[in-house]
C-alpha cells in the first residue's frame, strides 16, 4: 500500500519542521536580493541602536519592526515561488498576486523607516541638546 504524501509530511518532528523553516529562511537570503539588502539593513540599524544604548521599549519596537520586514520579504519570496512553479508565463492574476505581495513589503519597510526615524531622530535630538 503506497503512502500518502500528507500523511507523510504531516508527522514531522518539532526538530523537523525547525530545520525546514531555518532551511527556507537561508535559502530566501541566498536567491533573494532584497532579502540580503533588509537584512543588511537590520543589522545597520541594530548597529545604531546598541550605539545610542536605546530603552528596552525602543529595542522592543525597532525589532518588531524590523521582524515585519525581513517576515514580509520572506512571505513575498515564497509566493514568488510559488507562482513560478505554477505558471512559468504571463497571468494577469499571479501578477497581481506578486504586485501585492510586493505591496506588503513596502508597507512594512515604510512602517519600519517611520518608527526608526522617530526613534532615531529623538535619540539624536537629546544628544545634541546635551551638547
Do not use: Y
Amino acid at each position: 500500500m503506497k503512502k500518502d504524501a500528507s500523511v507523510v509530511f504531516n508527522r514531522r518532528t518539532w526538530r523537523q519542521k525547525v530545520a525546514d523553516a531555518f532551511r527556507g529562511v537561508v535559502r530566501a537570503v541566498q536567491t533573494q536580493s532584497s532579502c540580503r539588502v533588509h537584512l543588511a539593513v537590520a543589522v545597520v540599524v541594530i548597529g545604531f541602536a546598541t550605539a545610542l544604548r536605546l530603552t528596552l521599549v525602543e529595542w522592543c519596537l525597532l525589532v518588531g519592526a524590523i521582524g515585519s520586514v525581513l517576515a514580509a520579504e520572506i512571505f513575498n519570496t515564497a509566493i514568488e515561488s510559488l507562482a513560478r512553479a505554477v505558471h512559468r508565463g504571463q497571468h494577469p492574476d499571479i501578477r497581481d498576486a506578486l504586485d501585492m505581495a510586493s505591496g506588503t513589503v513596502l508597507i512594512a519597510a515604510m512602517s519600519a523607516a517611520v518608527i526608526g526615524g522617530i526613534i532615531f531622530g529623538n535619540r539624536i535630538g537629546m544628544l545634541l541638546e546635551v551638547w
